[in-house]
């Protein structure tokens, strides 16, 4: 079966329920499933079709480890910038926080985390990646696997380009760890469309919004 | 009938036929697909829920006509920087770029044009609306109707913020024409997988691929 086929998910259904999902259950994800992911990804748009990206799937235990390591130790050096030292001085009702320390601390863990990086060289094209990124997303909760976007910090891109013998020319933009979702997909809280649309001039309404 | 219900088309077929269309037949794009478009597009992910975004729908004559003439003079504006001139400057065969221009010389002739907008002030975060243009290229293909992302010439931002009372924080991001396409939507030509995808190390081959 082709990916096109094993992507059968209603493309509404999709989008209505790809919540960011941070917490992963162990339970493994099948190579043919993140092969289907990154054909999804390279479908994507991108200038001058340039395709000025490279997927580094990470799933060996070792290799997990160590940018689980990496991840957890950047992430912790952010938070200790702004003051924050250890998880109690993480508010329990900072759901997002709470969730993306836990995704921290538990990052190589995931099952597999796919690294999307830009081949474009410098000034490095974030951008040129990021739909790749969305289609990603999408296929993987078309296939009942959880994802969210993560960044790695600047501070450690030598060392995850050293890990994972990059070339000098190539950066990690994003972390992507997937998995199946310890929660549930679901709808997301977004701003009315009212809000955030115009017609013919910024603050006129949209019809039907 | 809901959004989610209505982008019924299951999500790989959207993705694997969702080739940038340039050329639009004039036949209107109803208001209710505009929105439902747009429902998708403010589905999309953003870093701490911020949705930077802001969708400003060009339908009306005189504001099409207007944007249109700003985006083919400032098209043209780009290319004579590089020496083209006139169309007989761009080969035949350069079929993308003989479609840029064709849609460049016709952008107002675009049923309805979806500016995106970041409204996240300086520094702009271009970044931070790309996954849900994605999302609008996407529902698009699943509504049957064409679209591409084009982005505006700097040196017409105050001229385009003026015509369309865009406050000083916003900034067009990209520029989509959505119509029905001339063409047929179709595959699109991209790079093998084994080329641009690893695992747990560079260059080491992705089972599968």
Redesign the interface.
């Known amino acids: 079966m082709?990916?096109?086929?094993?992507?059968?998910?209603?493309?509404?259904?999709?989008?209505?329920s790809?919540r960011?999902i941070r917490r992963l259950r162990p339970d493994p994800v099948s190579?043919?499933d993140?092969?289907d992911i990154?054909?999804?990804a390279?479908?994507?748009?991108s200038g001058?079709?340039r395709?000025p990206?490279?997927?580094?799937?990470?799933?060996?235990d070792e290799?997990r480890a160590k940018l689980g390591a990496i991840y957890r130790e950047a992430w912790w050096s952010k938070r200790r910038d702004v003051g924050i030292n250890s998880p109690e001085d993480i508010p329990e009702e900072d759901r997002?926080a709470r969730s993306a320390m836990r995704l921290a601390d538990h990052f190589g863990e995931s099952p597999v985390v796919i690294l999307v990086c830009s081949t474009s060289g410098a000034p490095v094209d974030?951008?040129g990646v990021?739909?790749a990124?969305?289609?990603i997303?999408?296929?993987a909760r078309?296939l009942g696997i959880g994802a969210?976007?993560t960044s790695l910090h600047p501070s450690v891109q030598a060392e995850v380009r050293e890990l994972?013998?990059?070339?000098e020319e190539?950066q990690v933009v994003y972390c992507v760890p997937v998995g199946y979702p310890q929660g549930n997909f679901g709808p997301?809280?977004?701003?009315p469309?009212s809000e955030?649309?115009?017609?013919?001039?910024?603050?006129d309404p949209?019809?039907?919004?």
């Open positions: 082709s990916t096109a086929d094993r992507l059968s998910m209603p493309l509404g259904e999709a989008m209505f790809m960011a190579e043919e993140i092969r990154l054909e999804a390279r479908q994507a748009p001058s079709n395709q990206w490279h997927f580094l799937v990470v799933r060996g290799q997002v974030t951008t990021i739909p990124t969305q289609n997303l999408l296929a078309a969210t976007i994972f013998g990059m070339p190539a997301v809280s977004r701003k469309l955030v649309a115009s017609q013919d001039r910024w603050g949209l019809p039907g919004a």
